[in-house]
C-alpha cells in the first residue's frame, strides 16, 4: 500500500514538468498514477501498466490530432 501510494506521487512529479500549476493536469496524474497501481496490484504484472500508458498515450494523441 505504501509502495502504491509512493508510486502514484512520484509519477505525477516525475510529470510536473508538463504541469506548470494546473492543478487540473496534477489531479489527471495522481489519478493515472493511483490506476497504474492498482493495475499492477491486482495483476502483478508491470506489462499491464505499460500497455495501459501506452494506450492512454496513443488515445491523447488521436484527440489532439482531431481537436
Not at 2 to 29: P, R
Not at 34 to 57: D, E, R
Request: net charge negative.
Amino acid at each position: 500500500m505504501i509502495a502504491s501510494v509512493l508510486s502514484t506521487i512520484l509519477f505525477a512529479l516525475s510529470h510536473g514538468v508538463v504541469v506548470e500549476g494546473n492543478v487540473v493536469l496534477l489531479f489527471q496524474f495522481i489519478l493515472f498514477g493511483g490506476i497504474s497501481a492498482i493495475i499492477f496490484n491486482l495483476s502483478n504484472n508491470i506489462f499491464y501498466c505499460i500497455t495501459y500508458h501506452a494506450s492512454y498515450n496513443l488515445l491523447i494523441m488521436i484527440l489532439a490530432t482531431i481537436l
